[in-house]
């Protein structure tokens, strides 16, 4: 038995989950990973998650997460310029649900809903009927992620939680989107209405780092921030009647798969007014 399949679906496994989810064990790991004794892990971990080196920067390291965070080479991650076209926010595994009655209908995974993930009931009125774009990061992805959409921010809201991994077997037998630290902020848009875009923490991830806090003026595209170590995820929640999403990822959604996207990249069309 694997050991994700004894923490989530054995008596001992769930009890253990407690200490290994916990917030302390994170930023215990993640002060490790900050040091410069974990450069020892670097080698392996490359070759291991089949890092390419001609995608990525790849010198310059002082610890772990340097090499977790790193750059993606310069143009390797084109930001869509058509201003009708929704982008993905980072390199990832998408899939996209419905939002019916509050609630996140995903095939084989746990329903949670939207007012239960932001804490938020007025708010979460507003995705009544809309969609839910899940982008599943695994430790081999790139780590940074920008700004679905330019539009006016608003302040970040941090909710503080515990640290599933986000991996199916987890999804699978608990909330655990609204259980996990995340933080998240709307963004004021003039193609795709008030989009909701939030950072979800996962097992053993050091940090949700994001670069601006307040109210402010962004750019799709533009870094937004950056996760440490661990796989993560982005949600990104569109109120009804605004975007399209593309075909194939919708049909890959309805079997129950997700479909690999990369920062920057098309997924989606703004929906028209007149159309």
Not at 59 to 72: A, L
Not at 73 to 93: F, N, T, Y
Not at 257 to 270: I, L
């Amino acid at each position: 038995m694997e050991m994700l399949d004894f923490l989530y679906h054995t008596a001992p496994g769930r009890a253990l989950l407690k200490p290994l989810g916990s917030r302390t064990l994170s930023k215990i790991c993640g002060a490790f990973l900050d040091s410069g004794l974990s450069k020892c892990l670097i080698k392996g971990f490359i070759k291991k998650a089949e890092i390419d080196p001609e995608e990525y920067q790849m010198d310059g390291f002082t610890c772990f997460n340097d090499c977790f965070s790193r750059h993606v080479r310069d143009g390797l991650r084109p930001v869509e310029q058509d201003p009708a076209k929704m982008i993905a926010p980072s390199d990832g595994l998408l899939s996209v649900w419905p939002i019916g009655e509050d609630t996140v209908l995903p095939v084989k995974q746990s329903e949670y809903s939207v007012s239960r993930l932001l804490r938020d009931r007025k708010l979460a009125e507003r995705y009544e009927g809309g969609l839910a774009l899940v982008y599943r990061l695994c430790v081999n992805h790139y780590h940074r992620y920008g700004y679905v959409e330019s539009g006016r921010k608003s302040v970040n809201r941090f909710i503080s939680g515990v640290l599933h991994t986000v991996r199916p077997v987890a999804l699978e037998a608990r909330p655990v989107f609204v259980e996990n630290c995340r933080e998240y902020t709307c963004i004021k848009t003039k193609q795709f209405g008030v989009l909701t875009q939030m950072e979800v923490g996962a097992m053993l991830v050091g940090k949700i780092a994001n670069h601006e806090q307040g109210r402010a003026n962004v750019i799709r595209g533009d870094e937004k921030g950056t996760f440490l170590y661990g796989g993560s995820t982005i949600i990104v929640l569109v109120e009804p009647g605004k975007v399209r999403i593309a075909e194939e990822i919708l049909e890959a959604s309805v079997k129950g798969e997700e479909y690999a996207v990369k920062y920057g990249q098309a997924v989606g069309d703004c929906i028209k007014k007149d159309s």
